[in-house]
């Protein structure tokens, strides 16, 4: 099974960016969708941005659009979230996530991901 370790948290001040990334044990091209999701303490992991096994296909939580963006570095098997003009909204516990097989529709339900790594804290002050 697949291991994934998010890095690049930290804190940083409204309008500021970021650099998320998650680095997986194995090759991910073309063998699992990939995704970040987000939690705020209190509250439902909510689904950020997705990136098809292909690299062909991208979508983003109507909260991130035009902000973020989601990237793979298939030699490095490595996804990133690039994060601008951040907002206090924006501080959560991000959490990239994998999905194996050929699937991908639905790729906002956090209950089709069966792989997911330990989370980096993003801490956006106002």
């Known amino acids: 099974q697949v291991q994934l370790v998010e890095s690049g948290g930290g804190l940083v001040q409204a309008g500021g960016s970021l650099r998320l990334s998650c680095a997986a044990s194995?090759?991910?091209?073309?063998?699992?969708?990939m995704a970040w999701f987000r939690q705020d303490p209190g509250k439902e992991r909510e689904f950020v941005a997705f990136?098809?096994?292909?690299?062909?296909?991208?979508d983003y939580a109507d909260s991130v659009k035009g902000r973020f963006t989601i990237s793979s570095a298939n030699a490095k098997n490595t996804v990133y979230l690039q994060m601008e003009s951040l907002k206090s909204e924006d501080t959560a516990i991000y959490y990239c996530a994998a999905r194996p097989g050929n699937i991908y529709y639905g790729y906002s339900n956090k209950n089709l991901y069966r792989y997911w790594g330990q989370g980096t804290q993003v801490t956006v002050s106002s």
């Open positions: 194995e090759d991910i091209f073309n063998n699992y969708h």
């Open positions: 990136l098809r096994g292909d690299g062909k296909l991208s």
